[in-house]
């Protein structure tokens, strides 16, 4: 169980990281297209993607998520406009 618990704590390290030297990617008035889920609930905490647009929110950049409708189901699309919805960031 400790095991698990280093693995979980490693990867929302590493998520977090991820987020903050990708923000630095996303300039003021960007719009974002991510490809399934990529955030908290595929991750350990954080998210990958998600990770970097939840940090650029944080730090006040302007961007416009825009959700794709690839899959039959668009699940990953909806798991992330929830996650999106639940930490306040808008959506095109």
């Not at 400790?2 to 960007?30: C, P, V, W």
């Not at 940090?55 to 302007?62: A, K, L």
């Amino acid at each position: 169980m400790a095991e698990a618990r280093n693995i979980h704590r490693e990867d929302e390290e590493i998520n977090r990281k991820m987020g903050e030297i990708g923000q630095e990617l996303l300039a003021d008035r960007s719009a974002v297209l991510t490809h399934c889920n990529a955030g908290a609930l595929a991750t350990a905490a954080f998210g990958t993607a998600v990770g970097v647009i939840r940090e650029s929110w944080e730090r006040g950049i302007d961007f416009r998520y825009l959700i794709p409708k690839l899959a039959l189901f668009c699940k990953g699309a909806r798991l992330t406009a929830w996650e999106f919805h639940e930490l306040g960031i808008p959506l095109l």
